[in-house]
């Protein structure tokens, strides 16, 4: 785990790179058909949340992806992401227990950004209707200003970006099989508060791409479905083998150098 005392925003360069998030959306329509080769679902349903100032507009090619790996993929259904306005976590929390109503199942929480934040959160607030949560550069064990859209944040949310109740306990794993999709090469978020607390059922998964993109990302979508696919109460760690190594990073290593 890293010292969040060093963070810092990701560099100017690494924000410019953000560009790549196009070429990551070109990636996930040209890759389709391979993608069709990923782990299938048990049609258990799956909550996507978008991220700061986006919609469900935005997590369409993600849940297109999971509906046709067998899930039952939903948006949030609550427009742009504001941040935690008035009553939005409350109509999160109302959202997941309609679907836990509706399937009679546990529902996996995938949480784009801060839609990873709230992700986690609802995960222990209602850790009885959750199944799993994936975040996907989720800052939830990051200092405030270790981001390069803090200011945006408190414009749109109204609120000082430090003003967030009980933020030490964001970066306790929730209790509920938790994995943390991350870049060193984010240029929006520093890298070293996406990632997670291991434990036996927590975990990290490092890929190379940019933040806007990650929700399109192929290598970040065979992930999240290699994690949806585990039979429920039979949770285990992400595993890098074989080709698998040229794809996903070892997360283990110097966690303290940054990109």
Not at 67 to 72: I, K, N, P
Request: glycine share 8%; net charge positive; proline share 8%.
């Amino acid at each position: 785990m890293t010292e969040s005392s060093s963070m810092a925003p990701p560099s100017r360069r690494l924000l410019m790179l953000e560009w790549r998030a196009v070429a990551e959306l070109s990636a996930f329509f040209t890759m389709a058909p391979m993608l069709r080769m990923a782990p299938a679902g048990d049609g258990h349903p799956v909550l996507v949340l978008p991220g700061l100032s986006a919609s469900d507009a935005s997590t369409q090619p993600l849940r297109a992806f999971l509906r046709d790996r067998g899930y039952r993929a939903h948006g949030w259904k609550l427009g742009p992401n504001f941040g935690p306005r008035p009553g939005v976590e409350d109509q999160m929390q109302e959202r997941l227990a309609e679907l836990h109503e509706r399937y009679q199942r546990k529902v996996s929480i995938v949480g784009w950004s801060l839609g990873g934040v709230f992700a986690r959160e609802l995960a222990r607030r209602a850790p009885s209707q959750v199944r799993s949560v994936i975040t996907l550069g989720s800052p939830f064990a990051g200092e405030p200003r270790a981001s390069n859209a803090w200011r945006l944040y408190e414009r749109v949310s109204e609120r000082k970006v430090d003003d967030w109740p009980e933020r030490e306990r964001m970066r306790t794993p929730p209790p509920v099989p938790a994995s943390a999709i991350y870049s060193r090469s984010d240029g929006i978020v520093a890298w070293q508060g996406c990632r997670e607390r291991e434990t036996a059922t927590s975990e990290n998964i490092e890929v190379e791409g940019s933040h806007c993109g990650l929700g399109h990302n192929p290598v970040v979508l065979y992930a999240i479905a290699d994690r949806l696919a585990q039979p429920e109460g039979e949770w285990k760690p992400f595993r890098r083998e074989g080709l698998r190594r040229l794809l996903y990073l070892d997360p283990h290593r110097d966690v303290r150098k940054a990109a």
